[in-house]
């Protein structure tokens, strides 16, 4: 500070009489000048060359130092014109009246003539034309505005059109007059009007636009009509440097931020920005950024865990799953069977419908009442599901849940069993049973088709359990485990009994081979069956 006061003192000096609360301010705004012209924009220039704009220079300059631009520009446009003592704030003058001193020599009396108007507008013309007290700007201004009423008045005929608009024009020309468009919305309403039969006076003082003016707009309206006001939003340079910005903003998210000298694994706005600039040499801002984005498909999105299956034996597993599912004779049945739980029976949350200022908590360390555990079989052709409470998921109850199917569909010929590759499956115990069964025991031949390992989205019955938990377990406070029992119950119950009156096979894609894409089943976009 002291070696630029000593640098500047010729100019200081111009100021040195001025009120502290003036002068200080003025001498800050002054150094801040000086330090961009001197020092922030030859290094912008050595940064960037000939691809530097003052512009951007600027904003870049007022955000590093918290300035606010426009108060930026209007100190560079009063330092040009008037030097440091124009930088000099308003602080503590009295603004005083333009016409303090001639008050009474500037009143007058206008009598308004009702059979001449104008009289009184041509007076008030005078007036403005040798009052030397009055800006030039602001008098150049009303007489042109004075001169227009003039013309207005004496072509005080009706306007109109070659051809009334219709109604699209109408709801157009309506949208264009309610737009923020400044220009567009005059000529919409001009061109309103003249379909109205409106006067050109009423028209100029509507629009505050000159006589010529509106006979263009209105010439140009009958040759072309919407098209002469059509509004183009971009102009072609603005588009193709919208589409390159767009091209490089999705070029760099290809890349990992590593190759740009980032630290992180993953894009954010503001890392995106920093790559572009180091890339491209120019700085962009995090609302442009969004705005790429936005107007592309690309969105954050979170990795999605998905079922891959490591049987080695994967496609010939589907395939023997759907030939025998969809090559079921009259008599056979296909069964889909799984273990659940064990089921703690406490308090369990879950979502529902309840009040703004309502929270429902769940203890985060419960005493458990019990638990409960079943096995259950799905139908696939009648969609019934067949179910068996047990203490354990043992091979002896799998072997009791067997028994009651084959008590249950005794007339059948056939029964298929397909469940996953747990050891309770493959145990000898169910083996054993199974082979006795086909062997000595009357009913059904018993055959198992076994699912690929992690396939469990091959095995409907598992979209039954999650409806079922949805609407019995979760938001639940049983008692006992004899409630809990009994509402699971009730809940397969009335779904056996829905799928009696409403006959529909269990699963969905299942049952149609044609929309098995073999090398995308096995990333699990098959779940819901």
Request: with cysteine; glycine share 6%.
């Amino acid at each position: 500070m002291p070696t630029m006061m000593v640098k500047y003192a010729s100019q200081l000096e111009l100021i040195k009489n001025e009120p502290n609360y003036n002068r200080i301010p003025a001498i800050k705004r002054f150094f801040q000048l000086m330090d961009f012209e001197n020092s922030f924009l030859p290094s912008q220039q050595e940064l960037h060359g000939a691809n530097l704009s003052r512009t951007k220079a600027v904003t870049a300059y007022c955000k590093l130092r918290g300035i606010p631009e426009r108060s930026f520009y209007r100190w560079i446009v009063i330092y040009r014109e008037r030097g440091i003592k124009g930088l000099l704030p308003k602080y503590g003058k009295r603004s005083k009246h333009l016409y303090h001193r001639d008050r009474d020599k500037l009143m007058a009396t206008i009598a308004i003539d009702i059979s001449d108007p104008l009289r009184c507008l041509k007076i008030i013309q005078k007036i403005i034309e040798h009052c030397k007290l009055i800006n030039p700007r602001v008098k150049a201004a009303s007489l042109l505005l004075l001169k227009h009423y003039f013309t207005g008045y004496r072509c005080n005929g009706r306007l109109s059109l070659s051809r009334a608009l219709t109604d699209e024009e109408l709801r157009v020309l309506g949208h264009y007059k309610s737009g923020i468009h400044k220009n567009h919305s005059k000529k919409a309403t001009v061109i309103l009007m003249a379909n109205e039969g409106r006067s050109l006076l009423e028209t100029m003082e509507m629009t505050h636009v000159a006589e010529r003016t509106i006979y263009h707009w209105l010439h140009n309206f009958n040759k072309d009509r919407l098209e002469s006001i059509k509004i183009h939003v971009h102009a072609p340079a603005k588009e193709k440097e919208k589409v390159e910005r767009q091209t490089r903003v999705i070029d760099i998210v290809h890349k990992m931020p590593s190759l740009y000298g980032i630290n992180r694994t993953s894009w954010t706005y503001g890392s995106i920005a920093e790559a572009y600039q180091k890339e491209y040499g120019s700085p962009i801002s995090i609302g442009k950024i969004q705005g790429v984005i936005h107007n592309t498909d690309y969105s954050w999105r979170r990795a999605r865990r998905v079922l891959t299956s490591p049987d080695p034996e994967y496609r010939r597993k589907v395939e023997l799953l759907l030939d025998t599912l969809q090559g079921l004779k009259e008599g056979e049945r296909f069964f889909f069977i799984d273990e659940v739980g064990p089921y703690r029976v406490k308090k369990y949350g879950g979502t529902k419908l309840m009040s703004k200022d309502q929270i429902e908590t769940l203890p985060e360390y419960q005493k458990s009442r019990g638990h409960i555990q079943f096995i259950a079989a799905l139908e696939a052709v009648t969609n019934q599901l067949t179910w068996l409470f047990t203490p354990d998921k043992s091979a002896i109850s799998m072997v009791k849940l067997l028994e009651k199917l084959v008590l249950n569909y005794a007339d059948c010929s056939a029964i298929f069993f397909t469940w996953d590759a747990i050891s309770v499956h493959n145990s000898k115990v169910v083996t054993d049973w199974i082979h006795t069964h086909n062997t000595t025991a009357e009913g059904p031949h018993i055959e198992v088709v076994p699912l690929p390992s992690n396939a469990q989205f091959l095995n409907v019955i598992e979209a039954v359990f999650g409806g079922m938990k949805k609407a019995i377990i979760c938001n639940s406070d049983y008692a006992t485990p004899h409630d809990m029992q009994e509402a699971i119950a009730r809940h397969f119950k009335d779904r056996n009994a829905f799928y009696k009156e409403n006959p529909k096979k269990a699963g969905n894609k299942i049952w149609d081979k044609q929309k098995f894409d073999f090398d995308k089943l096995a990333g699990g976009l098959f779940r819901k069956m």
